[in-house]
């Protein structure tokens, strides 16, 4: 048997492992890992360490460069009038009242999950993964769109909301697990293929400190997990690999919804599979919220109607790029 066997031999660490554990052969196991190399964890405890080795600069831009539209030209929410013009009761009231008029029960549910989204405590994540899908499915992301990149979507195959998808992670060796709160899927017509990703969702409950880098780590080992799994299904149809993918990300951050543009190339990925820091950055783009006051918006993401619209409205453009 070679030294090196054990470093080669597969192994799965879930999501819940206490402590990530260090790829080296067993005659480095007394060894000092380097600081600057990747170690085998979960994608659900990535931090912004990972960013860092994995060479990621997140980039803020305007709504031109992400969008290729002006601020102004930013489409109309497709929800009820009733969604984008209540006032929603936050801090909660005893009876709330958000309208003279009756509400929907879909209406009902995005105010009853909005509140529940901006509640601090230990079930804030789970109820912003709700008011995700509830959001993206009143705007109708899970609608049929036959396009150039979907040109095969019908009403047979209609695009799927999930919640805890799980995406395998082949980091330094070893195959470890990724968890999506939320993803957007597009089942496959063929046999052999899986379904493609078209949006990885992450929910961040609020924190005083703002930060949401470690958010991102993990949006993007989302991000390079679904490129492995799309890689490997074309692989098994005997079909060519591809060098790089576009994927679309909203990080929720409370009821603030952040976009993404990550690009993620077989040479990240390779330099992921093999503990080593890739030479070249990757650039991932972050957009700036068209907000008059940006920097209160995540503590009240989508209370004020007028913060409503407009981070619906950003929603409603991702629809289009999907």
Not at 161 to 177: Q, S
Not at 225 to 244: E, H, I, S
Request: proline share 8%; charged share 20%; glycine share 4%.
């Amino acid at each position: 048997m070679s030294l090196v066997e054990p470093y080669l031999r597969p192994a799965y660490i879930s999501s819940r492992s206490p402590q990530p554990r260090l790829l080296y052969p067993a005659f480095m196991a007394h060894a000092t890992p380097p600081i600057d190399c990747l170690t085998v964890k979960s994608g659900s405890a990535w931090t912004d360490a990972e960013l860092n080795l994995c060479n990621v600069n997140v980039v803020d831009v305007d709504v031109s460069t992400f969008f290729g539209i002006w601020a102004r030209d930013l489409p109309a929410p497709s929800v009820s009038p009733a969604i984008l013009n209540t006032k929603a009761a936050y801090p909660r009231k005893p009876h709330p009242l958000h309208t003279q008029t009756a509400l929907t029960n879909e209406e009902r549910m995005f105010f009853k999950y909005l509140e529940e989204a901006m509640e601090p405590g230990e079930n804030q994540t789970s109820a912003i993964a709700d008011f995700t899908v509830h959001v993206l499915q009143l705007l109708g992301f899970t609608e049929t769109k036959p396009s150039k990149q979907h040109p095969k979507e019908s009403g047979q195959y209609r695009r799927v909301l999930r919640k805890d998808h799980d995406l395998p992670l082949f980091m330094c060796g070893r195959t470890v697990h990724t968890t999506a709160d939320t993803c957007l899927l597009f089942p496959s017509t063929e046999a052999h293929l899986g379904d493609t990703v078209l949006l990885l969702g992450k929910a961040a409950p609020l924190l005083p400190s703002g930060d949401v880098s470690s958010a991102e780590a993990q949006l993007l080992a989302q991000a390079i997990g679904a490129f492995q799994c799309y890689n490997r299904d074309r692989r098994r149809a005997r079909l060519a690999p591809v060098d790089k993918q576009i994927f679309l990300g909203l990080i929720m951050r409370g009821t603030t919804p952040i976009l993404y543009k990550l690009e993620i190339s077989v040479d990240l990925v390779e330099c992921v599979q093999s503990s080593q820091k890739p030479p070249r950055a990757t650039k991932v783009l972050r957009l700036s919220l068209p907000l008059e006051h940006p920097e209160t918006v995540e503590m009240e993401g989508m209370i004020p109607v007028g913060n409503r619209r407009i981070l619906l409205g950003c929603l409603e453009a991702l629809k289009g790029m999907i």
